[in-house]
């Protein structure tokens, strides 16, 4: 089993939409959570971080469900330019960061 | 302005040939990282640098070796021992380990591939 799964996608969703990602992680241990994001043939870029209780940034809200083992991503009033890869990130006991395999998002005009 | 180079951008190469990624940093970070990216796949860490003359090994360091000589430079060479060498390398950097807040400051990517 990978350490961090992400649903590759693609997303495809219209401009307006709601739209959520979902992932899961492996090590129970894990101590947190990030969000990047990466535009295509582009670097990630720290979108944001993840708290236990719950956070959000203007449109996008992230959670953490630790008996689950998943963490989300919501996006609101989905724009254009919020077409990308958003990558999730684990960092564990040993303190380095593990990345998923990225869900890929497309929003159509 | 302070941040990652990287350079080449991009990089063709022959079987059996070594190549050196150099990586430059201007943040003042302690720590630098390299990672491997191919399609479809998360990054995948191949080496990591937390303080100057020294690095460990990530998850995938067969075929590659590194250098921290200095605090602000941390160049990959890519050996003829890499078996799979084609892929999208990045070099990356944070404050201190991977920081409090997890973030870590990304350089443009360098495109390697071998012929």
């Known amino acids: 089993r990978k350490e961090v799964e992400q649903d590759p996608g693609p997303f495809n969703v219209p401009e307006g939409a709601t739209v959520a990602f979902n992932c899961t992680y492996s090590?129970?241990?894990?101590?947190?959570f990030f969000w990047y994001r990466q535009d295509c043939r582009k670097e990630p870029k720290l979108l944001m971080s993840?708290?236990?209780s719950g956070n959000e940034d203007g449109r996008f809200t992230a959670q953490l469900n630790r008996a689950s083992q998943y963490i989300s991503l919501l996006i609101r009033d989905s724009k254009l330019s919020d077409s990308a890869t958003y990558l999730c990130?684990?960092?564990?006991?040993?303190?380095?960061?593990?990345f998923g395999s990225g869900t890929q998002l497309t929003v159509l005009p | 302005d302070g941040g990652i180079t990287q350079s080449p951008k991009y990089l063709f190469r022959k079987e059996g040939q070594n190549v050196t990624l150099s990586c430059e940093q201007n943040?003042?970070?302690?720590?630098m990282y390299w990672y491997r990216q191919d399609p479809g796949q998360g990054l995948r860490l191949i080496y990591y640098?937390?303080?100057?003359?020294?690095?460990q090994k990530g998850d995938i360091a067969e075929g590659y070796s590194v250098s921290r000589e200095k605090k602000e430079s941390f160049p990959l060479t890519v050996t003829s021992a890499q078996k799979n060498p084609t892929a999208f390398y990045l070099c990356?950097?944070?404050?201190?380990?991977?920081?409090?807040?997890?973030?870590?400051?990304f350089g443009e990517g360098s495109r390697l591939t071998v012929l």
């Open positions: 990356a950097s944070s404050i201190v380990g991977t920081g409090r807040t997890g973030e870590l400051f």
């Open positions: 090590n129970s241990a894990s101590q947190s």
């Open positions: 993840v708290y236990s």
């Open positions: 990130v684990v960092r564990g006991s040993a303190r380095q960061l593990t």
């Open positions: 943040l003042n970070h302690d720590a």
């Open positions: 640098s937390q303080i100057v003359n020294d690095f």
